[in-house]
């Protein structure tokens, strides 16, 4: 556990498994490899100790299912591919329905408009926010909050109803009242059950390892005079 707070994964791993050689139905340490596996990327040796934890009667079918879709994901040679999969995993975690709307906007941005339309969540808001969108496929769009993100962003003009996120309603206002004042949004994502913060969506929370509580937290900025970020600027 002090090497992982630390930072050597691999150095948590050989301690994990040599109190497994001591005591081999340790369900704790299996679980914390499995979080580690995980985090480097190791979705193969992820399963193999998550199918060991469901034979000691642990449920992980959450987990697993992740971890397979990821492995399924980087094995893909398409985008058709991936759409299929990214198809069949989305009711099963909002982090691959958030990966399919991704794949749909950079992709068929008319199949995405068709899918949002029906399956509008404000989980998807940083993800349309980001994407530079076709406004000749939104065109037909009657979805309150997607219509208010579009109106926003302005891809479409629309007298949209308040979507009741207030930093989104707040910064309609604000770029609609002032030519001079720009506004954008940033995004923040958040484990619901620790509190830590992270610079990208995720599945499992790095600190306390909660799967599916990732809540992206939303808040006004000034808006870049460039689309490019301070990196790419610098």
Do not use: H
């Amino acid at each position: 556990d002090i090497y992982i707070k630390s930072g050597f994964l691999q150095r948590s791993v050989d301690a994990y498994e040599q109190s497994l050689s001591l005591v081999a139905r340790n369900a704790s340490a299996l679980s914390k490899i499995a979080n580690i596996y995980e985090k480097r990327g190791e979705y193969e040796k992820a399963l193999e100790a998550l199918e060991a934890l469901e034979e000691m009667g642990i449920d992980e079918g959450r987990r697993k299912v992740f971890a397979s879709g990821v492995l399924a994901l980087k094995n893909a040679v398409s985008v058709a591919d991936r759409l299929v999969i990214l198809a069949s995993l989305r009711t099963k975690s909002e982090y691959f329905a958030r990966e399919y709307v991704k794949e749909l906007l950079s992709s068929e941005q008319k199949a995405a408009a068709l899918f949002l339309e029906q399956n509008m969540s404000a989980a998807f808001l940083d993800v349309i926010w980001n994407a530079r969108l076709d406004e000749g496929s939104f065109k037909e769009v009657k979805n309150p909050l997607l219509l208010s993100i579009l109106s926003a962003k302005g891809v479409v003009k629309a007298d949209s109803e308040e979507s009741g996120i207030f930093e989104l309603d707040a910064l309609r206002v604000v770029n609609g009242s002032d030519a001079k004042l720009k506004a954008d949004l940033s995004f923040e994502f958040v484990c619901q059950k620790c509190g830590s913060l992270d610079i990208d969506y995720f599945f499992s929370c790095k600190c306390c390892s909660a799967t599916d509580s990732c809540k992206v937290i939303t808040s006004i900025v000034p808006k870049r005079e460039s689309d490019m970020s301070f990196l790419e600027s610098w």
